[in-house]
């Protein structure tokens, strides 16, 4: 069997690898450009939620993708996780972040600050597939300012009463176990609890999916909790813990939503680099004209720059090591790279760039969240200044 190294267009990253970290990818490869990339123009227009396509790479392992094999997972490497990612993200970015969500904070979470009744309950079937998680933090009024959220959680001598409204919540109307932040006490971010919420739950209910620039495949809707009744034993983690149990896991999140973006960029360069050979102007195909030539040189170069910043995130995570620098400035720099190549990608394409008979169209619409979402590129830079200044301060 070829490498899916050595085949990859893009010169994706090689070296280190193992024989089975290369089939895993190549698997996932196969998949994504067979049973994915076929239908993303078509769930893209009609915005149908890809629940065929997420059954089959539960199938695969990849739904809990790094959890433990004790807790239903994968037990994956990230370094392979995230390659995988890429493979996904460039048939569709919209499976890829539901498979990033899902892989990121709730069962990140889960694992490391539920009991084993929870695990057990709760991430063994989201590691498995079985189940879709979402993760319910940002507010209409709470967004990089997490800690200012207003959803309240209320004690009594049954458990927590939650009221609220949650918003940009990716599978909010899908997900059957949702991990929500509420204010159980004081203010700022030590007054916050996490608690998890099952499907069906009285009182809890989603909106209907936003209508969106891009991603309109991966529904984003608002989470209402209106008296929302939950057991003390859906507490995770201490109480008034909640956000510093987030804040935690949220390194995970940006090494995918990195790899998604870098899968996007890739994708752009792969169809800008074909339409430029195949594209005839004064005599020669527009490959041959620098003004193009150019721009696909410092595409290839960007991604493959942003990729080995990822992995190395990725390696960091695998090794035990800090690796939050490193995660947020693989989002900044991937999520850039991914608009610009995009960008560059609809240009070189000229007016049929514009069209939706063009698959770059899409890929322009669907790289602008990935500056926005998992923090924005301007918290990116301000988690990297932190880390800059503590070290050479």
């Given at each position: 069997m070829t490498s899916p190294l050595t085949a990859a267009p893009s010169g994706t990253f090689g070296f280190g690898l193992s024989d089975e970290q290369r089939l895993i990818v190549q698997t996932v490869r196969e998949y994504a450009q067979a049973e994915i990339l076929p239908k993303s123009a078509a769930y893209d227009r009609s915005g149908e939620y890809p629940r065929e396509q997420l059954r089959g790479l539960a199938d695969l392992g990849l739904l809990g993708a790094t959890m433990p094999e004790r807790w239903g997972g994968a037990e994956l490497d990230t370094v392979t996780y995230a390659l995988c990612l890429e493979e996904i993200a460039a048939a569709d970015a919209s499976v890829a972040v539901i498979v990033s969500v899902q892989n990121g904070l709730p069962t990140q979470m889960l694992l490391r600050h539920g009991t084993d009744e929870q695990r057990e309950r709760f991430l063994r079937p989201l590691a498995s597939g079985e189940r879709l998680g979402a993760f319910c933090l940002t507010e209409a009024e709470a967004g990089s300012d997490a800690a200012s959220l207003r959803t309240r959680a209320v004690r009594d001598e049954h458990g927590w009463v939650l009221s609220g409204s949650k918003a940009w919540i990716t599978s909010g109307n899908q997900a059957d176990t949702y991990l929500v932040l509420a204010r159980s006490g004081g203010s700022g971010a030590s007054g916050v609890s996490c608690f998890i919420v099952e499907r069906g739950t009285p009182g809890l209910s989603a909106g209907v999916p936003e209508e969106k620039l891009g991603l309109h495949a991966a529904h984003t809707t608002t989470v209402q909790l209106d008296d929302v009744r939950v057991p003390h034993e859906h507490l995770l983690g201490a109480e008034g813990q909640g956000l510093k149990i987030a804040l935690s896991s949220l390194d995970a999140g940006r090494i995918g939503?990195?790899?998604q973006a870098i899968g996007i960029a890739r994708s752009a360069l792969e169809h800008a680099a074909r339409y430029a050979r195949e594209r005839v102007q004064f005599g020669r195909p527009i490959a041959e004209q620098q003004g193009v030539s150019f721009k696909l040189a410092d595409m290839a170069a960007r991604i493959e720059a942003a990729r080995l910043v990822a992995l190395k995130a990725a390696w960091l995570k695998d090794q035990g090591q800090p690796h939050g620098q490193e995660a947020s400035m693989a989002k900044l720099l991937a999520s850039e790279v991914a608009v610009d190549a995009a960008r560059d990608a609809v240009q070189i394409f000229g007016g049929n760039g514009y069209s939706?008979?063009?698959?770059?169209?899409?890929?322009?619409?669907?790289?602008?969240?990935?500056?926005?979402?998992?923090g924005t590129s301007e918290i990116q830079r301000i988690v990297i200044a932190r880390a800059v200044l503590e070290r050479l301060g």
């Open positions: 939503i990195a790899m939706r008979e063009y698959p770059v169209e899409r890929l322009y619409r669907d790289a602008k969240i990935t500056e926005i979402y998992e």
